[in-house]
């Protein structure tokens, strides 16, 4: 069974910081792309951030400088360090785990929740 379990959200005021955390397991970690996406009130889920599996990054405009996704292959574990937060960013973050190889498959994220105050 696949498992993807978010954790590290939270209440934060504008300029602060927040790392989220995705564990996963059921899959093999190494060989799979990882993305944080976020869904706010009313708006459709957007990508973040993406690490793939050879640990090249991809990141959102708004959030290049001040987020950072990594990878931790031997804990099976991808992260997202958001730094100099601001009330727009306020969201639901998703974890997501793509196998690009065939058979593709896909995995989501419960999500948490991500709150900036003015």
């Known amino acids: 069974q696949v498992q993807l379990v978010e954790s590290g959200g939270g209440l934060v005021q504008a300029g602060g910081s927040l790392r989220l955390s995705c564990a996963a397991s059921?899959?093999?970690?190494?060989?799979?792309?990882m993305g944080w996406y976020r869904q706010a009130p009313g708006k459709q889920r957007e990508l973040v951030a993406v690490?793939?599996?050879?640990?090249?990054?991809n990141y959102e405009e708004s959030v290049k400088g001040r987020f950072t996704i990594s990878r931790d292959n031997a804990k099976n574990t991808v992260y997202l360090q958001m730094n100099d937060l601001k009330p727009e960013d306020t969201a639901v973050y998703y974890c997501?785990?793509?196998?690009?190889?065939?058979?593709?498959?896909?995995?989501w994220g419960q999500g948490t929740q991500v709150t900036v105050s003015s």
């Open positions: 690490i793939t599996s050879g640990e090249s990054t």
């Open positions: 059921g899959i093999i970690f190494r060989i799979h792309d």
């Open positions: 997501k785990a793509a196998k690009v190889a065939i058979p593709t498959r896909t995995y």
